[in-house]
């Protein structure tokens, strides 16, 4: 009986000692979370179907961190993948995911959530607090053998808490404003259970591994170098959920390796993929016509985002004796003749982009217009700058040196693009020396800085990003982002100023004054950019009334925030019947523009 | 040139096989065209007359505007030009070449989109390529440089061939041995994927190109010049040319080379082929020269990329099966010329 008392005692000890290590919640916490979001499916989708689409080339592994785990295929992984909150892709307003309730804490770099009791793994385990202490525990292991998410996770997010098995809170190093508090230290759960502990060998074991996860989809095939199959969840915990019904319609979604683009088309045109994205103009206007177009088998769809752009252009290494002279860099931009090629050879479908940051709402500063071709202002500018004698090929000459620089670029497709430019730019009296490298090669030159003018588009963030591109300290050093090496006091001043503020509104102001003065130093010459998604579908393919959202980069994903289409069985009987006996349907092309961008 | 009475033989009978003589006198009508390639497709007229003085602005200096009353710097518009004369805005004429496009400029016309079908009307007469330059003017100078780099490469790899191959079966032993094994090392590396891989750290220039294929593609030569070295050096001749105290050098380049010959020369057409398929696969795949030179490997990608647009691709394949096919043709005749069983002399 002794016996039983002192461990009854110890037991007490020690469950003291557990309550003790756990924090308390403070007190004053206002819980926040958002019922009212307007879902954007439709409640005529029917559910069942395959849904067949197809990916270039086979990942080479099933990781999403660690060594190769960057490649195209990553995103369907994530996608199934829930995070605790997410953002409306139209409102851009905060919504639930793992996540019902979220407050903010007093330091401004703190957010609490509440976590879904529903919520499970898809094998059928509760997600708990755990799970993203452990997501932290992984990241910041050695034996992912991953640098960028080592320091991202233990220099970025600073702490994560766990109050009890459903509450955590998430400290990241900086206060910022709260939308930006989700997105930049929101954390996915890792499933602690299906890890265990994490060994040197984690890269090797988990290469193939299909691990569980908290969307509607899971990977349910997998045939090597060919074929990889996702397979809608039976009873997804968050089905029910108003934003996630009538959605993810496709009982299975299969995604076939064609390694070659041209090939899948003739695929799709066979009716053996469903759907085919069709951004590149030659796709648009050369091949998606014929038959099964005026027949009305396949429909064509445009549908205009408002999303923020690609950071694609001209990058000028400011390094560069030559490119040193601002004067230089801006007679380049106005000899380089963008609007020939949109007009020529990319049919007029693609914009001009403006800015380095362009289509960040109030983010972007819609008074900066890219330089535009002119040929007297560019000579004008050399002229002055002390360029003023030609040689016999027409180059400009200046203390015995040409004025020929190179341009790296890492996609053959856009040869074409920078040959007509290099015409134009002639006339200006400036050679430009085109330089194809192999993708990876590329990007190994920029990072080295060993450009002079690398061709490049940068993906987008939630947020415009100055540190990484255009701080000093990023300046002439090799792996940072700032290619341009960009060196200007006033311009650091701002940004650090930016990046501490965590007033939106302030934000916006220095936004759009760090815009004005990366213009002004012209060392990024702004390319092109396309304002929509457009695409061609089997007519069994159905969609909503409004068939994507503002921020959607493609008509036909399955996952994420799409998933809104549904496949109608009878249309696909009736259209392949059809296609034997030759008879027609209207024709369907359509464009929506409900998130049309206007140019003031 | 005078022909030792051996190879006048060869010679008639290379003459007597009409397919390949003919063949080859056209090849070199065209390599000799290309060379010229400059007065027959080019954006440059032949010959300019203009306020008392005569241009002719093929070669050499861009002339700029200035100098026809424009007001800029650059080179001149000669299509605009063009029109002056012939509307008389401008007192003057001037002729153009057959073809009056240069191979790197994309001509663009009004409200249509490139690629242009041929027409005799537009002056493209095999049409334009995606980006809107003339396909003719591009396959006249894709050839010479295609086979000014496969002769080039044809140079290189038979001096580097020759040399070490005669070397090494003249001088047998463990050089020929520690060669023996190099080249079999050597030739078992996959020369288009090494090049690849140079190309994709830094973009070849001609130049390059030239001599990465040939330290890759020389040891098929010395097997055949070792062979024949062997023979020839168990010879009575180069043993009296020993006995009378000839040196190594002159032993194996004055005798016993003479004697090889008909090996290399056989082999040469199938050389030139050899080079440009290489050049052409490399452009093919974009490993090659930088864009925007014209090149055939680089119109055949473009062609089998847009199937839709038939004559990119059949002017390129065309083009392409019609010089290999010529070069074959000399090969098999220069096969058959030299072929010993007919013609041999043994002392």
Redesign the interface.
């Known amino acids: 009986m002794k016996f039983f008392k002192i461990i009854s005692i110890c037991s007490v000890i020690f469950a003291s000692m557990v309550n003790a290590a756990k924090p308390a919640l403070p007190a004053d916490l206002i819980w926040e979370t958002n019922n009212s979001a307007k879902p954007w499916s439709s409640t005529e989708a029917k559910a069942g179907g395959t849904f067949t689409d197809f990916i270039l080339t086979f990942p080479p592994t099933l990781r999403t961190v660690g060594p190769d785990s960057n490649s195209s295929f990553r995103s369907y992984i994530n996608a199934n993948q829930l995070g605790l909150t997410h953002f409306h892709p139209n409102t851009m307003e905060v919504i639930p995911q793992i996540a019902t309730h979220w407050a903010y804490g007093k330091d401004g770099k703190t957010v609490f959530y509440k976590i879904d009791k529903q919520a499970r793994w898809s094998d059928g385990v509760l997600v708990t607090a755990g799970d993203f202490i452990f997501t932290l525990d992984l990241m910041r292991s050695k034996h992912i053998n991953a640098p960028w998410y080592n320091n991202h996770y233990s220099n970025e997010l600073t702490n994560v808490t766990a109050y009890n098995d459903h509450t955590i809170s998430i400290t990241g190093r900086v206060a910022k404003p709260k939308d930006e508090l989700h997105y930049f230290y929101g954390l996915t759960p890792t499933p602690k259970h299906f890890y265990k502990n994490i060994t040197k060998d984690w890269v090797k074991n988990y290469n193939w591994e299909v691990v569980p996860n908290t969307g509607p989809y899971q990977i349910s095939e997998i045939k090597k170098g060919k074929r990889i199959t996702f397979r809608k969840k039976e009873n997804w915990w968050a089905a029910d959920r108003p934003l996630n019904k009538y959605r993810f319609n496709a009982d299975k979604v299969v995604l076939n390796v064609i390694r070659d683009v041209n090939m899948a088309y003739k695929y799709f045109e066979k009716g053996e993929l469903d759907t085919f994205s069709l951004i590149l103009p030659e796709f648009w206007h050369n091949k998606a016509k014929g038959f099964l177009y005026d027949n009305g088998y396949l429909e064509k769809f445009v549908f205009y985002n408002d999303t923020p752009r690609s950071s694609s252009g001209l990058f000028l290494n400011t390094a560069t004796p030559i490119l040193k002279d601002r004067n230089v860099r801006i007679a380049l931009a106005h000899s380089l003749n963008f609007d020939r090629v949109i007009k020529t050879i990319l049919r007029g479908d693609y914009e001009r982009l403006d800015a380095f940051h362009t289509g960040y709402g109030e983010f972007s500063n819609a008074n900066i217009k890219a330089r535009d071709f002119d040929l007297p202002k560019s000579n004008a500018l050399l002229d002055g700058a002390g360029w003023n004698d030609r040689g016999g090929d027409g180059i400009r000459i200046k203390d015995g040196q040409r004025l020929s620089v190179n341009l790296v670029y890492g996609r053959k497709e856009h040869s074409d693009r920078w040959s007509i430019l290099k015409q134009d730019a002639l006339k200006a009296g400036i050679e430009l020396n085109l330089k194809l490298q192999d993708s990876s090669s590329h990007y190994k030159t920029i990072m080295q800085k060993q450009h002079q003018i690398a061709a490049l588009g940068w993906s987008t963030g939630f947020r415009p990003a100055y540190w990484q591109h255009f701080h000093s300290e990023n300046a002439n050093k090799p792996q940072t982002n700032n290619i341009t090496n960009i060196n200007n006091k006033d311009i650091d001043d701002n940004i650090t100023a930016y990046r501490s503020e965590t007033d939106n509104n302030k934000r916006i102001v220095l936004a759009n004054k760090l815009a004005q003065q990366i213009h002004d130093e012209a060392a990024f010459i702004p390319s092109f950019m396309v304002p929509y998604t457009r695409g061609a579908h089997w007519r069994w393919i159905k969609f909503p009334d409004v068939p994507a959202n503002k921020t959607s980069n493609s008509l036909y994903s399955p996952f994420g925030d799409g998933g809104v289409f549904w496949i109608d069985p009878v249309i696909e009987i009736d259209t392949k019947a059809a296609r034997k006996n030759n008879s027609k349907y209207p024709v369907i092309e359509r464009t929506f523009k409900n998130y049309l961008v206007k140019t003031p | 040139m005078i022909f030792s009475p051996q190879a006048k033989k060869r010679w008639d009978k290379f003459k007597a096989l009409r397919r390949g003589y003919y063949s080859f006198i056209a090849i070199i009508i065209l390599i000799t065209l290309s060379l010229f390639a400059e007065l027959i497709a080019s954006n440059r007229p032949l010959i300019i007359q203009y306020n008392d003085n005569i241009y002719f602005p093929s070669y ?3 002339i ?1 505007g200035t100098a026809f009353g424009y007001k ?4 001149t518009d000669y299509r605009h030009l063009k029109k002056q004369f012939e509307q008389n805005k401008l007192d003057g004429w001037l002729l153009m070449p057959v073809i009056a496009f240069n191979p ?3 001509h ?1 016309i009004e409200g249509e ?2 690629p242009y079908a041929p027409s005799i009307d537009s002056g493209h007469f095999l049409g334009t390529d ?3 330059r003339d396909i003719l003017s591009r396959i006249i100078y894709g050839f010479r440089i295609a086979i000014l780099f496969s002769l080039l490469l044809l140079v290189v790899t038979y001096i580097i061939g020759v040399f070490l191959g005669a070397l090494m079966g003249y001088m047998g032993g463990k050089f020929d041995m520690a060669f023996q094994r190099l080249i079999e090392v050597l030739s078992n590396i996959p020369i288009l994927y090494v090049i ?1 891989i140079v ?3 830094v ?1 070849p220039d001609f130049w390059t190109l030239v001599l990465l294929l040939a330290a890759f593609s020389w040891m098929g030569l010395t097997w055949y010049m070792r062979t024949e070295t062997y023979r020839e050096n168990s010879r009575e001749y180069v043993m009296a040319a020993r006995a009378i105290g000839a040196s190594h050098f002159r032993i194996m380049f004055k005798h016993i080379l003479p004697n090889s010959v008909s090996i290399l020369v056989t082999f040469f057409p199938f050389s030139v082929v050899s080079g440009i398929t290489a050049l052409t696969s490399l452009d093919y795949l ?1 490993f090659g020269l ?3 030179t014209p090149s055939w490997g680089e119109l055949l990608q473009q062609g089998t ?2 199937l ?2 038939q004559w990119i691709a059949i002017s390129a394949v065309a083009a392409l099966s019609l010089v290999l096919t010529l070069v074959t043709f000399i090969g098999e005749a220069i096969r058959e010329a030299f072929d010993p069983k007919k013609y041999s002399y043994y002392e």
């Open positions: 050499g200096d861009i700029p800029y710097e650059w080179e790197l400029e994309s663009f989109y490139p995606m980006a809107g690849m190309a994709s750290i973009t974009g930088p864009a925007p990329a847009n839709e647009y």
